[in-house]
Nanobody, 125 residues
Framework: VQLQASGGGLVRPGGSLTLSCDASGFTKDYDAIGWFRQAPGKEREGVSCLNNNDDSAYYADSVKGRFTISRDNAKTTVTLHMNNLKPEDTAVYYC???????????????????WGQGTLVTVSS
């Protein structure tokens, strides 16, 4: 497994979760790490992304102000802090990477060709 997402679970609306992406096993060069989600019957949606060169962060409009992306000093783990969760945030969340800056990912998460097993987030009362 090249990228490993973890931290999902069941949370009530308004609650918080923190997802982690372990990229330590990814041996190729990459320019950014992004998070996308996919709910049953829906298209893949780019949620957030962090560029390696300047740590610039990007967010989908649907999560701005609620989600925060960050990285550890070793640059092998990217974390997505999710606050004020809503039922519409329910999905399987994946982290992904490639040799492209975040702009490409946020326009279309399919532009990133490397991702691993996702983690399920369920927001329900």
């Amino acid at each position: 497994v090249q990228l490993q997402a973890s931290g999902g679970g069941l949370v009530r609306p308004g609650g918080s979760l923190t997802l982690s992406c372990d990229a330590s096993g990814f041996t190729k060069d990459y320019d950014a790490i992004g998070w996308f989600r996919q709910a049953p019957g829906k298209e893949r949606e780019g949620v957030s992304c962090l560029n390696n060169n300047d740590d610039s962060a990007y967010y989908a409009d649907s999560v701005k102000g609620r989600f925060t992306i960050s990285r550890d000093n070793a640059k092998t783990t990217v974390t997505l802090h999710m606050n004020n969760l809503k039922p519409e945030d329910t999905a399987v969340y994946y982290c992904a990477t490639d040799r492209l800056q975040c702009g490409w990912f946020m326009r279309d998460p399919y532009n990133y060709g490397h991702w691993g097993q996702g983690t399920l987030v369920t927001v329900s009362s």
